[in-house]
């Protein structure tokens, strides 16, 4: 693992950087949260998920993105993906409603 503020080397389990002396990782009552965010390439491949998969990538985008509110690197993160998820079933479920509404209708 690397520093997120000097990037040097430092042990996978460190909560200090022992170069720089800053906090790399929150300490709380249970236990060490990690603050990192997703990587864009997981980030971007969980938000294709949640578009391209209407119902199920939906709610892989809405449970990952609930999971990842209670770390504070990925609080962000979590958010979007979870307005990416309602606004994905909200857009599909009026689609099919359109579809429907018009074959019925003629």
Known sequence: MFCSHCGSE????????IKCGRQVKTITKQGIVSDEKWSIDKFAGL???TLLIPYIGGLIGLIFGIMSL???????????????????????LTFWAMIFGFLSYY
């Open 10 to 17: 430092i042990v996978d389990d460190a909560v200090i950087c």
């Open 47 to 49: 938000i294709a998920a």
């Open 70 to 92: 209670g770390s504070p690197g990925k609080k962000k993160q979590g958010i979007i993906l979870i307005y990416i998820a309602v606004g994905g079933f909200i857009l599909s």
